[in-house]
Every structure is written in structure tokens, then in C-alpha cells.
């Protein structure tokens, strides 16, 4: 079974930059996608980032420009390097990771944008 693990989140002001880190239990190659995930209460979860096998990247219009996901193969990390933070950007954050038909998540962390 694999397990990730997500950490960095917390209280941070507008404007403001936190990096989050995914520890996966599994080789990260294992995996054709790996990406971050986020809910706000009352509202739906969303992708925010997403990095495949081949280093395509993609992100939630919202994030474009502030937003960097990235990853550590050798030690099985993948990061969501957040800038310019709003208050919108306010949720619980999840790393996710697929592979094949499965697809397995993280117990999430809480990013909280504000004064």
C-alpha cells in the first residue's frame, strides 16, 4: 500500500509563501502522474498542480504564476512551492499519486491565507 505523506502547511498572511512537501512511500517513478489537490469547505475538491512521469506540468488557472510544483525523485518528494498567497487560496491541501488505475492520497494539510 502506498502512503504519502504531506507537511508545510499552516497560517500564513496575504501575500505571503509556504512550500508544501509530499513524502511518498513508493518509488515517485512508480507513479505517470503525481499532483496537489485542494478543499475548501463547502466546496468541492480541485486540482491545483499536477507533474507527470516526464516533468509535464500543469495548474488550476487560479495558481498560474504563483504557484510551482516540482519534485525530488531520489528522495521520493514532490513540493507545491506557494507564492503571492490570497485568502482564497484557504483549504485543506492534498498530494495525490497515480499509477495505472489506482490512485492513492494523503491526509492533507491545512493552509490558512491570513491577517
Known amino acids: 500500500q502506498v502512503q504519502l505523506m504531506e507537511s508545510g502547511g499552516g497560517l500564513v498572511q496575504p501575500g505571503g509563501s509556504l512550500r508544501l512537501s509530499c513524502t511518498s512511500s513508493?518509488?515517485?517513478?512508480?507513479?505517470?502522474?503525481m499532483g496537489w489537490y485542494r478543499q475548501a469547505p463547502g466546496k468541492e475538491r480541485e486540482s491545483v498542480a499536477t507533474?507527470?512521469?516526464?516533468?509535464?506540468?500543469d495548474y488550476a488557472d487560479s495558481v498560474k504564476g504563483r504557484f510551482t510544483i516540482s519534485r525530488d525523485s531520489a528522495n521520493k518528494l514532490v513540493y507545491l512551492q506557494m507564492n503571492s498567497l490570497k485568502s482564497e487560496d484557504t483549504a485543506v491541501y492534498y498530494c495525490?499519486?497515480?499509477?495505472?488505475?489506482?490512485?492513492?492520497w494523503g491526509q492533507g494539510t491545512q493552509v490558512t491565507v491570513s491577517s
Open positions: 495525490n499519486a497515480a499509477a495505472s488505475s489506482l490512485r492513492f
Open positions: 513508493a518509488t515517485i517513478s512508480s507513479f505517470y502522474t
Open positions: 507533474i507527470t512521469r516526464g516533468g509535464n506540468t
